[in-house]
């Protein structure tokens, strides 16, 4: 056994550079929030009270704002259709099986993720389409639409879904300007007033995000095979600097691939300031865990959510995500940095302060899904300014954010290494936080298969007959008759997800929602391209196939492992325990079902709308999408100290981002998007006293 080491350079510069500060700004005061996650820390936190642990239920709808998107044209000026995959597997498959897609013509509306910002009265979000709009956060009227038209080149880089997640606010105390990513890959930037484009800033207030960026092919749209380019999540402004990540497609025939390299750019001018090398280039740093040079051609290890940062330190910290192909790694052998990493850059300048890599040659689509939470605790008496970054593996790493020294000691341990998939050579050994204990189920075994009724748990002994079980980290494995596959969990979807974790900085819990479900993945030689297998099945195939052939299904919809299927967790990080587990609501579709309609279960949670977390004041608060009127979606209120719940309030729908909270002209709102055709972004409020 050894202990991982976290690498450290520059540390002697920032150490000089170090100011030891009160608290962080937290970017919500005075009712506020200015940034994403309500703070460049991406805590979640806001200290507003009015709504309470006594008032909560008593919520209702203040405003409803239907998302723009809705209401455009679905041609494009030379007169196609804009959003039509052309040419590409994808559209054939439409065109054959129409009952089987949705509609291709038209957006994904389930992917209204964003979470607005409020300044000064004024809501800013993104619409899937990536426009950009301000609304009155005390009636949701709009008050200006941007429409870079992002569309009209076809699919993003994640094919048919279209995605955003929220906006960037800069001001230097005179101007205003916001800041987003596009689906076809160009930094906006607007007046914050009126929503016109920024004048100096790149040409007509865009940046192309692909100029310089290896491989990137602004002319492809091939659902697999295509160099294309995305950014979905908000960028980060530190200083005068803005610092962004990227979607790059990772379902792929080809080992070519776009990477990741996280950029930065003036927030005045739109100038190129500098480029982090998530794949390294020839002579830098990580470039040797590339095997076989594979460092030339690979791609991915990109950072698809959003950033933190910490101003006084001028450091953003990346968490990057799996290099391509997300499932084989055959010609990417080695440990692959900076991959599946946690890296922490000087927002200036680009330049690496520290890094640690939480899985090596990663197999298992195991990205860092979330910016890492920056809070402020006391470790057997020492103050910390500390950094947790959430999993989808359901670990938390732990580190001194300014040093990347573990706050409590990362194991490397062994781990199983045989697979019967040609050209693969898993990593030896993996790292393991000795704490927090991990927040999500790890691994499969037959202990591990529900249980309900003895004729349930022979259900599930049966299903996963021929299939592959093991700890984590067990490696994939290919049907080679004999062995089906490998059964794993977590799976790429999580543990923790894009969503994160919320932080109460009064006490340094963190409060993380996860989900537990197992999965597998089959693979394939693919006819094009010089990938040797990729993951899933061929899509003519897909389709054709019987659902159970991709995974070892229960009848009739009934779990194969035991509950809890979603949590919410709270972790003392001062301490490094965990307080307590609830259960993310009773899994009212599961009771429902035939086998178990008449047994007394405990909650089986399964019922988050994968949204995250709220911390306010008095309150925890996230979507859950059972158990109010009807029975349908409702916004909970937890007990932070106990995670008791203390009231819930009806949604109309759905909710499908995390919410957020906001104060104006004396009465605090939580808005949030909900489902739709199109959807909706609502605030919710407390009744007017008479």
Not at 274 to 279: P, S
Not at 640 to 662: D, Q
């Amino acid at each position: 056994m050894r202990v991982t080491r976290v690498w450290v350079t520059a540390m002697l510069v920032v150490l000089a550079n170090f100011v030891v500060a009160d608290e962080l700004p937290t970017g919500t005061e005075g009712g506020q929030w200015r940034v994403y996650g309500g703070d460049k820390a991406g805590t979640k936190y806001s200290p507003l009270d009015q709504i309470n642990r006594d008032n909560f239920q008593e919520l209702e709808v203040a405003w409803r704002w239907v998302s723009a998107d809705g209401f455009l044209t679905k041609t494009t000026a030379a007169g196609g259709e804009w959003s039509a995959p052309r040419d590409d597997v994808v559209g054939q498959l439409v065109r054959e099986n129409p009952n089987l897609y949705r509609d291709q013509n038209t957006p994904n509306w389930a992917n209204f993720q964003a979470t607005p910002l409020m300044i000064d009265g004024v809501l800013y979000f993104n619409t899937p389409l990536s426009q950009g709009v301000a609304v009155d956060a005390k009636s949701g009227k709009t008050l200006w639409i941007y429409n870079p038209k992002s569309y009209e080149e076809g699919t993003t880089s994640m094919t048919v879904t279209w995605r955003q997640r929220g906006v960037a606010y800069w001001t230097d105390g005179e101007e205003e300007r916001i800041l987003w990513g596009t689906g076809n890959g160009y930094l906006i930037c607007v007046d914050a007033r009126s929503g016109h484009p920024c004048p100096g800033f790149g040409k007509g207030g865009h940046v192309d995000l692909t100029q310089g960026l290896p491989r990137a092919d602004r002319n492809s749209r091939d659902y697999l095979n295509a160099m294309l380019y995305s950014v979905q999540s908000p960028p980060i402004v530190v200083g005068d600097t803005v610092v962004h990540g990227s979607s790059i497609a990772d379902r792929r025939v080809n080992k070519e691939a776009v990477p990741g390299w996280v950029r930065a750019w003036d927030v005045r001018t739109g100038e190129h300031k500098w480029d982090f090398h998530t794949v390294p280039e020839a002579g830098e740093e990580g470039v040797e865990t590339w095997h076989n040079d594979s460092w030339r051609y690979s791609g991915n290890a990109n950072v698809w959510p959003y950033l933190s940062g910490d101003e006084e330190l001028g450091l953003v910290y990346l968490p990057t995500g799996t290099p391509t192909n997300d499932y084989y790694g055959g010609h990417r052998l080695g440990e692959n940095l900076f991959a599946e990493s946690i890296v922490a850059v000087e927002a200036a300048t680009g330049k690496k302060v520290w890094h640690f890599q939480a899985v090596h040659h990663g197999l298992w689509d195991y990205d860092f899904p979330t910016a890492p939470n920056l809070l402020d605790v006391v470790v057997d008496g020492k103050p910390i300014k500390a950094l947790a970054q959430v999993s989808k593996q359901g670990f938390l790493y732990a580190f001194d954010r300014a040093t990347g020294e573990p706050i409590w000691p990362i194991e490397e341990l062994p781990v199983p290494t045989d697979t019967n998939i040609p050209g693969e050579e898993p990593w030896p050994t993996q790292p393991y936080p000795t704490k927090p204990a991990p927040f999500e189920y790890q691994g499969v075994t037959e202990d591990d298969l529900v249980d309900f009724t003895p004729e349930i748990r022979e259900m599930a002994l049966k299903a996963v007959e021929g299939w592959r079980l093991g700890p984590l980290y067990t490696p994939q494995m290919m049907n080679d008759g004999e062995t089906k596959g490998l059964v794993f969990r977590p799976t790429g979807a999580g543990g923790a997800n894009w969503s994160g974790a919320g932080v109460d900085p009064e006490t340094g819990i963190l409060y993380v929602p996860s989900n537990n479900n197992p999965g597998v993945i089959t693979f394939y030689e693919p006819d094009n391209g010089n990938l040797r297998y990729t993951h899933g099945m061929p899509e003519t195939q897909r389709l054709r196939a019987d659902p159970g052939a991709s995974g070892p299904r229960m009848p009739r919809g009934l779990p194969l492992v035991k509950p809890p299927y979603s949590r919410m967790t709270a972790i003392d990080m001062n301490t490094g325990e965990h307080v307590w587990m609830t259960p993310l609501g009773n899994g009212d579709r599961l009771r429902r079902h035939r086998l178990l309609r008449d047994l007394d279960l405990p909650p089986l949670g399964g019922d988050n709308s994968r949204g995250g977390p709220l911390v306010t004041k008095t309150l925890l608060v996230t979507a859950l999408t059972a158990g109010g009127g009807s029975g349908g979606a409702r916004l909970v209120a937890y007990d932070k100290a106990t995670g008791e719940e203390l009231g819930s309030a009806n949604l109309p729908r759905g909710a499908i981002s995390t919410p957020m909270t906001y104060m104006q002209d004396g009465k605090q709102y939580i808005a949030i998007t909900i489902g739709g055709t199109p959807p909706e972004l609502i605030a919710l409020a407390l009744p007017d006293s008479e």
